[in-house]
């Protein structure tokens, strides 16, 4: 299946947390977010996709079925949980503000090089509070997780998730708050 380069990323807050992966799914399908499987781990979207997620601006035009020459289209992957929470950011990566001053963690000029544990704290370049990375404004841009889903072919700030959708992932997950943001990744 072809890779997909835009991606709208669902994430528990609490990196460490992995939720119930068949309880999830079966909880987004009984409200029609998730559809059919496509394969182990992917999945098309529901009928009611659309009711679960606002797009921005003009009435969005979305490929929601494979076809044969494998043009990418809009699904749901389900990654494999990693051992450790991990960052996820891609190519539109945004430096990341402190979230105690609010001004920049790292140093103007300096690009995100994630530590080898995201969730070991390291100091503010701005005002020296020490914070994880898995705490840091990301502006939308990057998590810190163990476990996610991914909505393909969604550009970045194209489609926001409703609160109804991310309070949904909360009562599926005993209550834990879900945060989300965009990945993008260039082609080849
Ligand atoms: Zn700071």
New binding site residues.
């Given amino acids: 299946m072809a890779v997909s380069h835009h991606r709208l990323i669902l994430h528990p807050r609490d990196p460490f947390f992995v939720p119930e992966t068949t309880a999830v799914l079966e909880g987004l399908r009984e409200i029609g977010f998730v559809g059919p499987a496509l394969d182990a781990c992917r999945y098309r979207v529901g009928s009611r996709f659309m009711e679960w997620v606002s797009f921005l601006g003009c009435s969005p035009w979305l490929r929601l079925e494979p076809d044969a020459q494998q043009t990418p289209f809009t699904h749901i992957h389900v990654p494999h949980q990693t051992p450790v929470p991990i960052l996820i950011a891609g190519d539109n990566v945004k430096p990341p503000r402190?979230p105690?001053?609010r001004?920049g963690?790292m140093a103007p000029g300096r690009p995100p090089r994630p530590p080898p544990d995201p969730t070991a704290v390291s100091r503010?370049a701005?005002?020296g509070?020490p914070a994880p990375w898995s705490a840091l404004d990301w502006r939308r841009s990057a998590c810190v997780a163990r476990w996610r889903l991914e909505v393909t072919e969604i550009h970045e700030a194209e489609a926001v998730p409703t609160p109804g959708l991310l309070d949904r992932l909360a009562a599926l997950s005993a209550g834990r708050p879900w945060g989300y943001c965009y990945v993008q990744t260039r082609k080849g």
């Fill in positions: 402190c105690h001053c001004k963690f503010c701005s005002c509070t």
